[in-house]
């Protein structure tokens, strides 16, 4: 986080944990629907230009890498060869040049690995987080800003980048320059609060979608995040990095595991944490993780069907899961 990013939050009376992160603003109480924007200092992002670099992406990333552009993201993921997810991300597109917007503690390992892929083709990887910075909003106050409202729409305002993710209440994520970021919230109005990282990441679980970090990278398949039902594979783009499995999944297969939201009491459990099913050997799995203002910790993990059928699931600290609805239809 850029000093004086940090310095500026620091004037909102913002609390940071070890890592360096918002945890929340002291003062500050947030409740679910309120509107509020947060520092995302916890995503970087992965340019990729050159004149390869749509050919090159479309042959490594889940989705159909040709119909991003300067007006429409997209949420995708790259798998190894083996159809397991190493990241999932957004995907935006401006001047001929894309971006990843992902986890920071991820950039390194898929930068190094994205660039035994690019061998002769004319790409250039590189991260930018230190030049930009990241918040996201969200509520119903799109239109009054300017925001357009439409579901992986982008709309730029001279050097921001603005990107509508949608969900069961709007979120933008906005890129620009410390600078202008700072006079952005400084204008907002009083009713839209400064909230921590645990709050934008609790609505993204909350709209059911996973983000892979180093510590979940590798684990999954796209169908065991529920990929294929958030837009975030395309079957008929082609040829991928672990197409074949992936295919072979939504065709052939049966999923046995995959993404489940649930809440549970007491402490949260880390990402990345097996969870404990009688019968059952390391099959269950939490994704993500955040507090929610009702006092539950709310995750989504990878659990066996069987074991939600039976509701035997249960946290390292002997904890039950509470298995709730997604928004979305599951297959």
Not at 22 to 31: A, L, Q, S
Not at 209 to 221: E, G, K, N, R
Not at 229 to 238: H, R, S, T
Request: aromatic share 10%; charged share 20%.
């Amino acid at each position: 986080m850029k000093t004086q990013w940090k310095n500026y939050l620091q004037t909102l009376n913002a609390q940071f944990d070890d890592q360096g992160f918002v945890t929340h603003f002291e003062g500050v109480n947030f409740e679910i629907g309120q509107p509020f924007w947060s520092d995302l200092s916890h995503l970087g992002i992965i340019e990729v230009s050159g004149e390869d670099a749509q050919t090159f992406l479309q042959g490594q990333f889940t989705n159909d890498v040709r119909q991003v552009s300067s007006e429409k993201s997209q949420f995708t993921a790259w798998c190894n060869a083996k159809g397991r997810v190493l990241a999932t991300f957004y995907l935006y597109k401006r001047e001929n040049v894309f971006y990843l917007i992902l986890p920071q503690d991820n950039i390194a390992a898929i930068l190094r690995r994205l660039a035994m892929y690019v061998l002769r083709s004319k790409v250039k990887l590189r991260e930018i987080t230190d030049e930009v910075q990241i918040v996201g909003l969200s509520g119903d106050f799109g239109k009054k800003l300017g925001f357009s409202e439409q579901k992986n729409s982008v709309i730029y305002q001279d050097d921001t980048t603005i990107l509508c993710l949608s969900g069961n209440t709007p979120k933008w994520i906005v890129i620009a320059s410390t600078e202008k970021l700072q006079n952005f919230t400084q204008h907002l109005d009083k009713s839209i609060i400064p909230a921590g990282k645990p709050v934008w990441e609790l609505l993204e679980i909350l709209d059911g979608v996973p983000q892979i970090t180093l510590s979940t990278a590798d684990a999954f398949t796209p169908h065991m995040l529920n990929l294929q039902l958030i837009e975030g594979v395309n079957f008929k783009k082609g040829c991928y990095s672990g197409q074949e499995i992936v295919s072979r999944t939504q065709y052939l297969g049966k999923v046995k595991r995959r993404i489940y939201l649930a809440k549970m009491a007491g402490k949260c459990p880390k990402m990345g944490e097996i969870l404990a099913v009688e019968g059952e050997e390391n099959t269950a799995q939490i994704v993500n993780v955040a507090p929610h203002p009702d006092g539950f910790c709310y995750v989504l993990a990878v659990v066996s069907n069987a074991a939600v059928e039976t509701n035997n699931v249960r946290s390292q600290d002997n904890i039950p899961l509470i298995f709730l609805d997604l928004p979305y239809v599951v297959e």
